[in-house]
């Protein structure tokens, strides 16, 4: 069964950037949607971007629309999801999704 492995996150000061990494364990990464998701203590958990297994095309939450931007290499079965303009209200543990396999989350601290 393919694992998902989200890396990247950290303290990041308001207005900063950072990129997350989903590392997928298997080559059918590929052929399968992507979407990253994010849930901040005591809120449910959020959809946030999904992109499609070429890449071509992606989708955002109107919350992140114009701030984050999800990418994705094949070739090394690696997601990414850049984010910038980072507010606190950012702060949270995000997750990456395949079919019905999640990673087990990366926290990002927006602080200054």
């Known amino acids: 069964q393919v694992q998902l492995v989200e890396s990247g996150g950290g303290l990041v000061q308001p207005g900063g950037s950072l990129r997350l990494s989903c590392t997928a364990s298997d080559s059918s990464f590929g052929t399968l949607n992507m979407a990253w998701y994010r849930q901040a203590p005591g809120q449910q958990r959020e959809w946030l971007a999904t992109?499609?297994?070429?890449?071509?095309?992606?989708n955002y939450a109107d919350s992140v629309k114009g701030r984050f931007t999800a990418s994705r290499d094949n070739a090394k079965n690696i997601a990414y999801l850049q984010m910038s303009s980072l507010k606190s209200e950012d702060t949270a543990v995000y997750y990456c999704?395949?079919?019905?396999?999640w990673g087990k989350g990366t926290l990002v601290t927006v602080s200054s």
């Open positions: 999704k395949q079919r019905t396999i």
């Open positions: 992109i499609t297994p070429t890449g071509a095309y992606t």
